[in-house]
């Protein structure tokens, strides 16, 4: 790379060989000028008042790519379902939902690039609910010239493991429907007003799943795996249980689940607030069992395993387990 500095009271009719930044704290960060920009006089206060006292005259090397072009063969190498991308910007190209769903980072394989002097590939964390057009990654070299060696080796480490799965997909969600069935004397009877049905309504809302039922059936064993089962047979995706899960004489749910269940994931998480659900399956039918924390707090373990049960992720113990660092959820 031959790289020249010219001071820009001299650059008028000069290309830029990069985008330039301009910040103001508090109030503006983004692009001021262009790569391939023609300054003209009136650039020159501009330029000045945002530092740059010289411009670089580049010629790249046939071994070298410029941020740009390398910013855009890394993220083409990364990017699989589910994602976009507009104009690469400073060096950086921004990833972005496509589509509402689960996003998917394959954490080894973006730190082995990570680990490629001057690659930096940042992601927001595996396994969350994004929305349509939500920026989940930037993707930039740190230098404005980086050897082709680097790049090639990125692309190369991205398309052996696309075999399995791309680097970075956002997986839109398999289930649609759930039925909600709530439990508790006190409900049932009346003397409490549920208030679970509108909480999940519209959680379930957020994740394009549709509540196709809800019933109400007390605290005996029976009659709640009546209802699951039943749910279970109408073909809902997902079975919602509130109440009693937790130590009490008739906290009935946790063994109505297994009872309905054909395989359960887990009683109990090493999540606060959730430390008390319970995931199951029946057949293909998710079945949850809610703690009374669901219905209080806004963030719980139950919005960490949503996206990755209604992408149809297989979740496991050993998965569970392992979220217990970083598990206190309201820190
Ligand atoms: N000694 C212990 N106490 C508690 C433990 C424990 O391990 N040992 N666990 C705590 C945790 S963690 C949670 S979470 C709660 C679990 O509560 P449950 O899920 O069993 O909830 P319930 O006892 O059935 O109800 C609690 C409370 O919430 C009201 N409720 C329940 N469902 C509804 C509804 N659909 N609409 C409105 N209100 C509802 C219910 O009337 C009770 O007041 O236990 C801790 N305690
Ligand atoms: O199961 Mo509880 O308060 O941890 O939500």
Do not use: C
């Not at 990833?95 to 394989?109: F, P």
């Not at 005996?220 to 009490?248: H, P």
């Amino acid at each position: 790379m031959v790289k020249k500095e010219i001071p820009v009271e001299q650059a008028i009719g000069m290309t830029l060989a990069h985008d330039l930044t301009r910040i103001v704290p508090g109030e503006f960060k983004g692009r001021a000028f262009a790569k391939g920009h023609v300054i003209r006089e009136a650039d020159i206060p501009v330029l000045l008042d945002i530092g740059k006292r010289f411009i670089y005259v580049l010629e790249i090397g046939p071994d070298e790519l410029h941020e740009n072009d390398a910013a855009l063969m890394m993220a083409e190498s990364l990017a699989g379902d589910g994602l976009e991308w507009g104009d690469v910007h400073e060096g950086k190209v921004v990833l972005k939902a496509s589509t509402d769903g689960m996003l998917w980072v394959n954490r080894e394989v973006v730190t082995e690039m990570n680990l490629i002097d001057g690659i930096s590939i940042t992601t927001r964390s595996s396994l969350i609910h994004v929305s349509k057009g939500t920026s989940v990654a930037g993707v930039r070299p740190i230098p404005l010239v980086i050897e082709r060696s680097k790049v090639a080796k990125v692309v190369e480490i991205g398309n052996a493991a696309k075999a399995n799965r791309s680097v970075i997909d956002v997986i839109s969600y398999k289930m649609k429907t759930a039925a909600l069935v709530t439990t508790g004397s006190e409900i049932q009877s009346g003397r409490i007003q549920d208030k679970s049905g509108a909480v999940l309504r519209e959680k379930l809302d957020g994740y394009g799943v549709q509540v196709v039922r809800q019933v109400f059936p007390g605290d005996e064993q029976a009659a709640i795996v009546r209802e699951i089962v039943s749910a279970a047979e109408l073909g809902v995706d997902l079975i919602l249980v509130t109440g009693g899960m937790s130590v009490d004489p008739d906290d009935r749910s946790p063994a109505s689940i297994r009872d309905a269940a054909t395989q359960v994931v887990t009683y109990g998480t090493p999540m606060l607030p959730g430390s008390m659900l319970m995931l199951a399956y029946r057949g293909k039918t998710a079945i949850f069992g809610l703690p009374g924390a669901v219905l209080h707090d806004a963030r719980t373990s139950f919005d960490v395993l949503l996206p990755r049960v209604l992408a149809r992720m297989k979740v496991t113990k050993a998965d569970i387990a392992d979220l217990g660092v970083g598990g206190w959820l309201n820190a």
